[in-house]
């Protein structure tokens, strides 16, 4: 613990110690199973039904920019290739505010965990990747009912898979920031408020950003959302996006940075 307190942004000191931390989530979780995938694609799927059948008879079609020019595209598949980018990132997000904080600071999870010869950072990693894991599960069973739908059958879909895995990623590393500051579940409601839910809207989820004015678009092309949204909906459409390196290393720069940045006030949090 010295360590962490003299020097807290020294690079992660990371282990395969991380996977016991990983697999005691995994078995607590496996208990709490059946409603924890109700209540992770329950809300996905009360949008894309509600806006995506109801809004999507009144839009009809988007006109959208693809590689061969302007596309006319279904609103039940634009709706659906934008949202499930935001079922990652709010799976991965809740994992990694509510549930990562209970187990660090109200049921002290953590710290039974680091008696044993695991390191804080081997803790933060695990809990990173549990959070990508569950974004995964909830992005993997929207996706088999959008199959199901009907609402696209495209072989990309299996490329759009590891994305979303990126994407939950990304998001768990940046709520982990947030994690770290917190002193109360109250704290989360300013993240929810103030990033995601502004992010959720400028991201193209729900309609094409082209619309936006000039100044707020380019305040969209920072954020991680966009980029996920970019890389999944032309695979969703059975085509191959634009620029799909430059979108990779955006979610890659997040993901690193925040990490360390979420690693560095978790260690000054446990060095107090």
């Known amino acids: 613990m010295a360590s962490i307190a003299l020097n807290p942004w020294s690079p992660p ?4 110690r991380w ?3 990983f697999l005691r989530n995994l078995l607590v979780w496996r208990k709490l199973a059946l409603p924890s995938v109700v209540a992770n694609i329950a809300e996905p799927l009360i949008w894309l039904v509600a806006f995506g059948y109801g809004l999507g008879a009144l839009v009809g079609t988007v006109n959208m920019a693809g590689p061969g020019g302007t596309v006319a595209v279904p609103y039940i ?3 659906a290739s934008g949202s499930i980018c935001m079922s990652a990132m709010n799976a991965a997000t809740f994992e990694a505010l509510y549930s990562a904080f209970s187990r660090m600071h109200v049921q002290k999870t953590w710290d039974g965990i680091l008696n044993a010869p695991v390191s804080l950072d081997d803790v933060v990693l ?5 959070a990508g894991f569950k974004a995964l599960f909830t992005v993997t069973v929207i996706m088999l009912v959008m199959l199901g739908l009907g609402i696209t059958h495209t072989p990309k879909l299996l490329v759009a898979w590891p994305v979303l895995w990126a994407t939950g990623i990304t998001f768990s590393c940046i709520a982990l920031v947030f994690n770290a500051l917190a002193k109360g579940y109250d704290f989360f409601s300013y993240y929810f408020t103030l990033v995601l839910t502004p992010m959720m809207f400028l991201s193209g989820v729900f309609f094409p950003r082209e619309q936006l004015p000039a100044p707020v678009l380019l305040l969209s092309d920072l954020l991680p959302l966009t980029h996920a949204v970019q890389l999944v909906r032309p695979l969703f459409m ?3 996006p634009t620029n799909a390196v430059l979108h990779l290393a955006v979610l890659v720069v997040y993901a690193v940075a925040a990490f360390w940045l979420a690693l560095a006030l978790t260690r000054k949090r446990f060095a107090r």
């Not at 000191?13 to 395969?16: D, H, I, P």
């Not at 695990?126 to 549990?130: D, S």
Request: hydrophobic residues 60%; proline residues 6%.
């Open 13 to 16: 000191r990371l282990s395969r």
């Open 238 to 240: 059975d085509q191959w």
């Open 77 to 79: 598949l634009f709706l």
């Open 126 to 130: 695990a809990e990173m990747l549990w």
């Open 19 to 21: 996977w016991p931390v």
